[in-house]
């Protein structure tokens, strides 16, 4: 019986102890949050020097405030996943990480940004297009340019992403022009560019 | 009041003498030009699809029209859908034009139709026609017979062959020069295998002809006519020379070619078209557009192979790893040879007895494989040759091998794909019969060069 005697003498100090805990939780919990909101827009993804053409192509964009109302999409909500929270911080982590790794280790100007491009389903989460285009799925045939392409994607007769098909026209704007800018004689023309303008 | 009755009766008196006496000088043709008012549109569409609709309805009324009869045009699918690009785009073509901010492209790659009909490209994408482009100018012979013997390797005129003839049908490599225009030698093209600077290949258009994109007008037999014709593969008069041809050409026109895709069977139509027995649905099968789905037999190379190789692979080459390949044409049903012919069959029973279907592949088959007999002594004979140095450097001005090329690339194909879709002249007279003559013809030159051991003039 030594613990239950132990508890009674030091239940001042334990009461303490959860108490501190509980704040120090909620303290956590809310810097956690902060964090995650601080860390999760242009101001921040572009101070890595690198994200300066997404980021020039970002602003031009209707998803970047460019549009009547000013509405912005922050960079996470299209390049992480919405679906749960778990796998919203395993992304974010997983993603940190290869970006602090990617500009320290590595010399980002000399990715090939325009295949990492063509890559995009990769890093766009249809979670994230959903979550504003949420009306989307209840289309009908009101409105015919709505309903008929995303037809059978909510009838999940394609396995496609959001991104597959909305790959140029979505997020930034004219971005291989801002890329060709910043990158200069780093740049790599998507492969097909260079078959289409070569003479022969 | 009396004024204006009187201007009234003044004017109906116009009109009825107007009538009675048309206006000489010019014809009533150019006045209806004079008085035509331009089209405009009154729909959910925005300014600039608007803008183009209207304007185009007066420079090239032909496009606007085509599109008027469109099911596009109903969905709301205007110019913009299919021809808007980004500025960044490879394939932007025109950077804004005639005061419009948008820019776009002339061209219109499958990717911009899988956006909506993504099924179809996928499957479009499994089949043998997607090579068409790349496979040409993955071939150094083919290569060479474009540019070399066609065009005389000419500094200016050495496209003009392959730019004006198999591209038509093939499709092309489309360029953009350094102003974002396509280039001659490369476009205009409506060819099946076309790839485009973005990476996809493929053209809807070849068949669903530009801009009406019918349905009625690919499920009849003119929309695979213009390619397959000729000598090497006379389908449309192979077509004509059988039964379900004579059918069609009897009453086709009183059919119903517009049902909806997947429900267009019997009794729309009393005979198939080529639609009907390599794509459309029927009583077992499903609808598809890899018109390799269904085949057993690779009919068009020198030899017959069975139907192994599983899906084409061409485009994803062009797409993924930036090749031009030869991609795979032993592409066919990922089930195999025999689920291929299964699939085929599936459509014939809608009609026909499953006796009379088997007996009648059976013995096609048999065609096939006594067209192998007759291919294999003559390679037989050309390897002996080629051994001893026996062979001409230029094929297309030595005897035999110009003879062989013939009777494979002509001959040979007549006579199995005649046999095959059930023309009895094309198996026969076009066929085996010439077929039979040209192996005479070889084993005489190859007795000749083996006696003489030299090669004749």
Redesign the interface.
């Given at each position: 019986m030594g613990f239950l005697r132990t508890l009674q003498e030091k239940r001042f100090f334990l009461f303490w102890l959860f108490c501190g805990g509980c704040v120090l939780g909620v303290a956590l919990t809310v810097f956690t949050v902060q964090a995650v909101e601080w860390t999760g827009d242009d101001k921040f993804c572009g101070m890595c020097h690198i994200m300066t053409p997404e980021l020039d192509a970002y602003h031009l964009d209707k998803h970047g405030g460019h549009n009547r109302t000013g509405v912005k999409a922050e960079c996470v909500d299209c390049h992480l996943p919405h679906d749960n929270i778990v796998h919203y911080f395993v992304e974010k982590t997983l993603l940190g990480i290869e970006d602090v790794y990617g500009n320290t280790m590595k010399n980002p100007r000399k990715f090939d940004w325009e295949m990492n491009r063509r890559e995009a389903k990769d890093y766009v989460f249809d979670s994230g297009c959903l979550r504003c285009h949420t009306n989307l799925k209840d289309a009908t045939q009101s409105n015919?340019?709505a309903f008929?392409?995303h037809r059978?994607y909510f009838a999940k007769?394609?396995k496609?992403h959001c991104v597959e098909?909305h790959l140029?026209?979505v997020g930034h704007?004219?971005?291989?022009?801002h890329l060709?800018k910043f990158l200069k004689d780093d740049y790599k023309?998507?492969?097909?560019?260079l078959?289409?303008?070569?003479?022969k | 009041m009396r004024v204006s009755l009187a201007r009234f009766l003044a004017f109906v008196l116009c009109l009825g003498w107007l009538s009675a006496h048309p206006p000489k000088g010019g014809t009533s043709i150019d006045n209806a030009m004079d008085t035509q008012l331009p089209l405009k549109t009154f729909r959910g569409m925005k300014a600039e699809a608007k803008g183009c609709i209207e304007c185009h309805a007066k420079k090239n009324p032909g496009i606007v029209a085509d599109w008027r009869m469109s099911q596009h045009a109903?969905?709301?699918?205007s110019c913009i859908?299919c021809h808007g690009?980004?500025?960044?785009?490879?394939m932007l073509t025109m950077d804004g034009h005639e005061g419009s901010k948008v820019p776009i492209s002339v061209l219109v790659s499958t990717n911009t139709c899988?956006?909506?009909h993504?099924?179809e490209v996928t499957e479009f994408r499994h089949s043998g026609h997607v090579r068409g482009a790349v496979q040409i100018w993955a071939k150094a012979n083919m290569r060479d017979l474009m540019v070399m013997v066609e065009g005389r390797n000419h500094p200016d005129l050495k496209h003009a062959p392959a730019a004006t003839g198999c591209q038509q049908c093939h499709g092309s490599?489309?360029?953009?020069?350094?102003n974002h225009r396509p280039t001659p030698e490369t476009w205009p093209t409506y060819g099946i295998g076309t790839a485009?600077?973005?990476?996809s290949v493929g053209n809807c258009a070849s068949c669903h002809s530009a801009h009406k994109f019918s349905l009625e007008e690919a499920r009849k037999p003119a929309a695979c006519a213009s390619c397959h014709l000729g000598p090497d593969h006379p389908d449309i008069e192979i077509y004509n020379n059988s039964m379900h041809g004579h059918v069609f050409n009897a009453e086709g026109a009183k059919w119903n070619f517009n049902s909806a895709p997947g429900t267009w069977k019997v009794p729309d139509f009393r005979a198939p078209t080529c639609a009907t027995c390599h794509m459309s649905g029927n009583a077992k099968s499903a609808v598809t557009h890899n018109v390799s789905r269904r085949l057993k037999w690779n009919l068009f190379m020198p030899l017959s192979k069975l139907r192994t190789g599983g899906y084409e692979t061409a485009s994803d080459d062009f797409k993924y790893e930036?090749k031009i390949t030869i991609g795979n044409p032993l592409a066919g049903n990922p089930k195999g040879p025999e689920a291929a012919r299964a699939e085929m069959k599936a459509g014939c029973v809608d009609c026909h007895n499953k006796q009379h279907v088997d007996n009648f592949f059976v013995m096609a088959d048999k065609n096939i494989m006594l067209y192998n007999e007759y291919y294999q002594e003559a390679v037989k004979m050309r390897d002996e040759l080629a051994k001893k140095h026996l062979l001409g450097k230029d094929m297309w001005s030595d005897d035999f091998q110009n003879t062989m090329y013939h009777m494979w690339h002509h001959e040979g194909r007549r006579m199995r794909q005649g046999g095959i879709m059930g023309a009895p002249d094309y198996s026969h007279w076009h066929g085996v019969f010439e077929v039979q003559q040209d192996i005479r013809k070889l084993r005489k030159i190859y007795a000749k060069r083996l006696k003489t051991n030299q090669i004749e003039d």
């Open positions: 015919m340019k008929l392409p059978d007769l394609t496609k098909c140029d026209e704007q004219n971005l291989g022009i060709r023309p998507s492969v097909r560019a078959i289409s303008t070569s003479q | 109903h969905a709301g699918v859908d690009v980004t500025k960044d785009s490879p899988a956006k909506c993504e099924k490599i489309i360029q953009l020069n350094k485009f600077p973005d990476g930036n």
